[in-house]
């Protein structure tokens, strides 16, 4: 019998037909949103004399406007984070629907309710896993309290290893957290927009805990093609993929918990 996961990877490669490249425009599009933002950020720092052109170093000539500038940033990338939600909404719409527009992207700012509530959505989700993994990053308290024996750099030696060892647990620690605190919350809200705020994050919690091992072993499944996400081309072609195929792993499983009402 077939694995769940090879299963879930052939929905999501059918879904994709004829949807593919409207998400790879889509990722293209988030991606250059934010490094236009990043680029904004840059050149007023060097407009206001917060960086040195020439050293790339921080001006002490010139009045510090750094701390406006980057709260002005943050407010910048949280203001268009509905865009992430578009996107979800567009492999949502092709894993239960087969069918995705480029308009889907924009979904979330259609009204100023439901951008408001995305936004709001989008803060708790965020808080509540910046908070999470800060509590739980065991590689900061090794380096704290270990701190004599960790090495000024890597190598072949046992103290290296620890470190080396100790950073992959606390990167697996991040994913759980990612899918308890944020992917369920924001794929429940994909599929189903009329859902309350505490209904999404906090009420979603339990769900969480029942399912997110079974979309741990499916991202495990991507490994590979995860890695390539290191190089920009590939990574458009992979996080379409990727991202279809959770919402439809994401799909079964709310249809199977009838009581949520989230499909």
Request: glycine letters at 6%; charged letters at 15%; hydrophobic letters at 55%.
């Amino acid at each position: 019998m077939m694995k769940t996961e090879k299963l879930v990877r052939q929905q999501a490669r059918d879904s994709l037909k004829g949807n593919h490249t409207i998400l790879m425009a889509s990722v293209g599009l988030i991606f250059l949103t934010y490094l236009l933002l990043f680029f904004l950020r840059q050149i007023l720092m060097i407009m206001t004399g917060e960086i040195n052109i020439y050293t790339g170093e921080a001006d002490t000539g010139f009045m510090k406007m750094g701390w406006f500038i980057s709260i002005g940033y943050v407010s910048a990338l949280f203001l268009v984070s509905p865009l992430i939600n578009g996107f979800l909404h567009a492999s949502a719409n092709a894993a239960l629907k087969n069918s995705c527009s480029t308009l889907d992207l924009f979904y979330y700012f259609g009204s100023v309710t439901r951008y408001f509530k995305t936004l709001v959505i989008n803060m708790l989700v965020f808080l509540l896993f910046a908070v999470s993994t800060s509590a739980l990053d065991l590689e900061k308290y090794f380096r704290v309290f270990f701190k004599e024996q960790v090495p000024g750099s890597l190598g072949f030696d046992p103290d290296s290893f620890m470190i080396i060892f100790v950073g992959v647990i606390t990167i697996l620690i991040r994913i759980l957290l990612y899918l308890f605190f944020v992917h369920f919350p924001l794929t429940a809200y994909a599929f189903n927009e009329d859902l309350g705020v505490s209904e999404c994050v906090f009420v979603m919690m339990g769900f969480s805990a029942k399912n997110f091992w079974k979309t741990f072993r499916l991202l495990i499944s991507f490994s590979g093609w995860l890695l390539l996400c290191f190089f920009v081309v590939p990574a458009l072609y992979v996080i379409p993929y990727v991202s279809v195929s959770a919402l439809t792993s994401a799909k079964w499983l709310f249809q199977l918990d009838e009581r949520r009402c989230v499909i």
